[in-house]
């Protein structure tokens, strides 16, 4: 079972990108779905999270310009970046809670990272 992420790249300010992050493996279902990130010499902070039945939230500095979405028939969680701002460079992970086999009990919830994507926007 793992995350894979993929989208990022560099940009310039004011461009856009969407990253993609896609779980696969032994899965029964899947909980939340969100996007993290990490800039040089700060903490992981949550960028969008995304419920299984679609409800969504957003870190204050990202509302208006990124949108979380899923699709669950994939499992796979987007995120769509516009109006990117040399503020947004940072490594981008994805993290989602997934509902997988446990030989004992049946099934367990676990959370999981993907390997984490660099966005670099220039100015």
């Known amino acids: 079972v793992q995350l894979q992420a993929s989208g990022g790249g560099l940009v310039q300010a004011g461009g856009s990108l969407r990253l993609s992050c896609a779980a696969s493996?032994?899965?029964?279902?899947?909980?939340?779905m969100g996007w993290y990130r990490q800039a040089p010499g700060k903490q992981r902070d949550l960028v969008a999270a995304?419920?299984?039945?679609?409800?969504?939230n957003y870190a204050d500095s990202v509302k208006g310009r990124f949108t979380i979405s899923r699709d669950n028939a994939k499992n796979t969680v987007y995120l769509q970046m516009n109006a990117l701002e040399p503020e947004d460079t940072a490594v981008y992970y994805c993290?989602?809670?997934?509902?997988?086999?446990?030989?004992?009990?049946?099934?367990?919830?676990?959370?999981?990272w993907g390997q984490g994507t660099q966005v670099t926007v220039s100015s």
């Open positions: 493996g032994n899965i029964f279902s899947i909980n939340d």
């Open positions: 995304i419920t299984s039945g679609g409800s969504a």
């Open positions: 993290n989602a809670g997934l509902n997988i086999p446990h030989p004992l009990v049946g099934g367990r919830t676990r959370t999981y």
